[in-house]
């Protein structure tokens, strides 16, 4: 079950985004994709992810805290961190979204102008194949 979709009882707010991350299990690192962060903990992605209850600890950056596998599935898994982050160090590594262009919604209106003589006979020939003369 995909347990990141829900907030599912969440005690603190959750920020989603796709970055490197790791983890320690062991004494040897292992390269995740951090999906989301709170002050409690992360969800990460990974192939071969330790068990439910194994004992890691998480790396982003200069990011480095104790936790725990909550659950793992699918090549995802939920880390529960030992302690809770403060928002100051949730907030320097979530990401800040991306400001968009602002674009023109709607299309320029049409307008319409007579056409020159020169422009009549290219329309002309191009509509009917031959020159307006020939008529």
Same mark, same amino acid.
């Given at each position: 079950?995909?347990?990141?979709?829900?907030?599912?009882?969440?005690?603190?707010?959750?920020?989603?985004?796709?970055?490197?991350? /790791?983890?320690?299990?062991?004494?040897?690192?292992?390269?995740?994709? +951090?999906?989301? +962060? /709170?002050?409690?903990?992360?969800?990460? !992605?990974? !192939?071969?992810? @330790? #068990?439910?209850? =194994?004992?890691?600890?998480?790396?982003?950056?200069? +990011?480095? #805290?104790?936790?725990?596998?909550?659950?793992?599935?699918?090549?995802?898994?939920?880390?529960?961190? =030992?302690?809770?982050?403060?928002?100051?160090? #949730?907030?320097?590594? #979530? @990401?800040? @979204?991306?400001?968009?262009?602002?674009?023109?919604?709607?299309?320029?209106?049409?307008?319409?102008?007579?056409? /020159?003589?020169?422009?009549?006979?290219?329309?002309?020939?191009?509509?009917?194949?031959?020159? @307006?003369?020939?008529?």
């Amino acid at each position: 079950m995909d347990q990141s979709s829900t907030n599912q009882n969440r005690k603190a707010p959750r920020s989603h985004f796709f970055m490197k991350a /790791s983890i320690e299990l062991d004494g040897r690192h292992h390269d995740v994709r +951090l999906r989301n +962060l /709170s002050a409690e903990g992360a969800l990460i !992605e990974a !192939e071969d992810l @330790p #068990v439910e209850g =194994a004992e890691i600890l998480f790396r982003k950056e200069k +990011l480095s #805290v104790p936790g725990r596998i909550a659950w793992s599935a699918d090549g995802r898994a939920g880390v529960a961190f =030992a302690q809770r982050l403060e928002p100051d160090v #949730v907030r320097r590594h #979530v @990401p800040q @979204p991306r400001q968009r262009a602002n674009a023109p919604t709607r299309r320029p209106g049409l307008k319409s102008h007579e056409l /020159s003589e020169g422009e009549r006979r290219f329309a002309e020939e191009w509509i009917f194949g031959r020159p @307006p003369s020939e008529g």
